[in-house]
């Protein structure tokens, strides 16, 4: 039997390079992988269903899901995961404090964006800053003209404007049009310079340290889709894909634990690799359902709770359902 000639849109990480340069197969398939931004891989994914194995934004795959509209499953494999506490950034002579936003405009690139539902949460659930207690102005972050990559319904009470045509949200930050700006990426341009621009948390990371102690929660990104269709044909798809994911994880991790030459450009992994694996666990970066469950329902409880979502979701309802369980020798 031939194997499946599939095209794969992934980002180039660590824990994806084992299936990039094939020391990692993923059995009954021949990829042709292409690495791309996150940004393009979700809007030709989303937009025009153009790979059969991509990478996807968690929020927008709920979105689809949440309205029986989802062109791909996902399968438990979390290529993203960050604590999105560095992803607020506020006018410092401003905004002194979390609770200085109520009331107040932040720039977004797009609302539905899982970094912006993340960060929203956090604010909500620990600061009392409720989604509807701000104005969101929605705008690129280094380009003027962003679209939302898919069709919203928000709830009555969420203020969402777009931002004035040829302007940044960037830009606007660093002109103090925005009290606040929320994105997986930095301001860009002049806001990178401006003195007067910077963390809503002046140490980002001990807040977040303090977050995942009291909640056990490390926020997952990206989920990867497999187109429906593919999945209908060959069930078998959606294992052999996870399994490879897997596997590719393990030899990165494997990789970063010998120090004998430091597989990343940056000083002192050995002591950042001990400090997260005290904090968070030797298996810090798990995939599948089972030990990520407390994070997943949190999340899918805010993505609802912020009307995005058209129902609130299980979680067993959310991946392929081969992947709730996985085989163990």
């Not at 003209?145 to 069709?151: D, M």
């Not at 404007?161 to 301001?187: H, V, W, Y």
């Not at 990371?205 to 995942?212: C, G, L, R, S, V």
Request: charged letters at 25%; hydrophobic letters at 40%; proline letters at 7%.
């Amino acid at each position: 039997m031939s194997k499946l000639q599939l095209s794969v849109a992934l980002g180039d990480y660590d824990r994806t390079r084992a299936l990039l340069d094939g020391n990692v197969q993923i059995d009954g398939v021949d990829p042709v992988y292409m690495t791309l931004s996150p940004e393009e891989i979700f809007f030709r994914a989303f937009r025009n269903k153009e790979f059969d194995i991509s990478e996807m934004s968690f929020s927008s795959y709920l979105v689809k899901a949440s309205q029986g509209q989802n062109d791909y499953v996902a399968i438990p494999v979390f290529l993203s995961r960050a604590f999105r506490h560095t992803s607020i950034y506020v006018r410092t002579d401003l905004i002194k404090r979390p609770e200085d936003l109520k009331g107040k405009r932040i720039g977004i690139p797009e609302y539905q964006l899982t970094a912006i539902v993340w960060a929203r949460a956090l604010l909500e659930d620990d600061y009392g800053i409720a989604p509807s207690s701000v104005t969101w102005v929605r705008g690129g972050i280094e380009e003027p003209g962003r679209p939302e990559k898919i069709k919203l319904q928000l709830p009555e009470g969420i203020r969402l404007e777009n931002a004035p045509e040829g302007k940044t949200i960037s830009q606007m930050l660093s002109d103090g049009e925005l009290d606040g700006f929320i994105a997986p990426r930095p301001p860009a341009g002049a806001a990178s310079r401006n003195p007067n621009v910077g963390w809503l948390f002046p140490d980002p990371t001990a807040t977040a340290k303090d977050y995942f102690k009291r909640t056990g929660i490390f926020p997952i990104m990206h989920v990867v889709g497999i187109r429906k269709p593919l999945l209908e044909q060959h069930p078998w798809l959606a294992n052999a894909a996870y399994k490879a994911f897997e596997q590719a994880k393990s030899r990165a991790l494997k990789q970063l634990a010998d120090t004998s030459a430091t597989k990343v450009t940056l000083p002192f992994v050995e002591e950042q690799l001990k400090a997260a694996k005290s904090l968070m666990g030797e298996d810090y970066w798990s995939y599948g359902v089972s030990p990520n469950r407390k994070t997943l329902e949190a999340f899918v409880r805010h993505h609802h709770g912020q009307g995005l979502s058209h129902r609130l979701m299980s979680v067993d309802e959310i991946f392929h359902p081969s992947t709730y369980e996985t085989v163990k020798i």
